[in-house]
C-alpha cells in the first residue's frame, strides 16, 4: 500500500488536492456513462479508461472502492444544452426498433469495450430506467423551493442556490448562452427536471407524474442514482470535460438543493468533494463525431488490425487533462510499444511471483507511486514500468511481482497478453496466418540456398496481400498484416 499523499486535480476549486475520503478506508466513485443510443467512439472510450485507472490508482493506495458507472437509457437530449428530441427516442425512430432494444444492444456494445479495454468492473451498472421512482421522489423533495411549472415540463430555478455555474466558469449576466431558449422560463440558465409528453403525442418512454405524464431530464439522473448508491457527500465525480460546462452544474445545483446546503467554498455541498474532467480526443478529419458516417469506434480499430489494448497504451502515454490527438501513426506507435514490453515480460510467464521488495527495484517503485499519486501522471508511471521490465541480473519471480504490482495499476495486462494475442487480423486482410507462416518459412529455405530472386518474389506476393515483412526487426515480429 502507498505511503505517498494522492494529490489530485479538482475541477470545481480549480486546483491540486490531497485525497482525503470522506468514509475513512474507503473511496466512492461515480462516473457518468453513456448514453446507448449508438456505438460509443474511441474518445467516449477515453474517459472509461482515465475513470479506471482512477479506480485501480485508489486500489493501490489500499482504499476499498465502490465504483459506480450509470447508463443513460431515458432523458438526453440531442443537443447537451437541454435541447432537441431524446437521443434514444430518436434512434428507435430511425431503426423502427423498440427503444429498450436498441438500449439493451448498444448498451452490450459498450460493455464490449469495456472488456476489450481492460477496464475493470465497476460495482454497480446503474441504469436510469431502474431509477424512475427515486427520481420522483427527488423532484418532489425540491419542488416546492426550488422549481417551477410549464406547459413543458417542470423546471429548476438556478437562482434558488448559490454559485450556479462556479465548475463551468461560464456565468454572465445573460445566463448560459448554450441552454435551450423555452418561453416562460425565468433564468436562461434553468433546466428541465421533468419532460411533460405533448398533447397529442406518445412516447416510448414515458411514466405519470405530478407534473403529467413524461419522462425525467437528463441531469436528474445522476443525482439520484449518485446520492442513493453513494450517499451524499461522496469521494469523487468523473467525466469527460463536455460535462463540467452545463451537465455537472446542473447535477451540482439539484444536489444543493436536495441536501439543502449552501454555496460551494464547501465542494462537499456539490455532492461530490472532487469532481475530476478527462480532456479531449481529437483527430484532425473530423471523423470523431458519430454524425460524420463511420466515425472512429474500437471496432474500427480492430478491422484495421490494431489490438485494443494499443489504444490504451495511447491514452496512458498523455496526461488524462490533456487533449490526446488521435492519428493511426500514433496508434501504430502505442502498438509497438506495448509489444516491447509484452515480448519483455513474457520471459517472466514461467516464473512464480515472489517478493517485489528487492533493492534493485525500490527507486522504480518509488518512481511509479510518485508518478501515479501525483494526479495519475501515467507517462510518468510507464516508463518507470518499462525501467523495470529492462532490469537485468534479478530473480524472475521478483521481477514479475513488480511488473505486475505496476501493471494492475496501468491495466495493460501484460502477463496475459502474448505476441499471437497482439497480431491482430484485419477485416480486409485475404490471406490466413497459416499461409503467413508457410510462406515465410518457405522464404527463409530460399534465402539459404541465397535464391535471392525466390525470397523477393514471395516477399513481394505477401506485400500485395497485406502483409509487411519486417526483416532485422529488433522485436522479432517478423511480420504483421496491414489494412
Known sequence: MSETPLKLFNSLTRAIETFTPVHEGEARVYTCGPTVYNYPHIGNMRAYVFADVLGRTLSWHGYKLTHVINITDVGHLTDDADAGEDKMEKMAAQKAQSIWDIAKHYTEAYWDDVKALNIRQPAHWSVATDYIEDMLDFARSIADKHCYELDSGLYFDVSTVADYGRLARAVTDEGEGRIETVEGKRNAADFAIWRTTPAGETRQMEWDSPWGRGAPGWHLECSVMGGKLLGFPFDIHTGGIDHREIHHPNEIAQNQAFCGCGGLDDAAHSGARIWMHNNFLVERSGKMSKSSGEFLRLQLLVDKGYHPLAYRMMCLQAHYRSELEFSWEGLGAALTRLKRMVMQAGRLADAEAGDPSHPKFAAL????????????????????????????????????????????????GLMELTRKDLRVRPKNAEITEADIEQALSDRKAARAEKDFAKSDAIRDDLAAKGVEVMDGDRLGWEWRLTS
Open 365 to 412: 517503485l518509488e518512481k511509479f507511486d510518485a508518478a501515479i499519486s501525483d494526479d495519475l501522471n501515467t507517462s510518468i508511471a510507464l516508463t518507470a514500468l518499462e525501467e523495470a521490465l529492462a532490469v537485468k541480473k534479478v530473480d524472475a519471480g521478483v521481477k514479475r511481482a513488480v511488473i505486475e504490482r505496476m501493471d494492475a495499476v496501468l491495466g495493460l
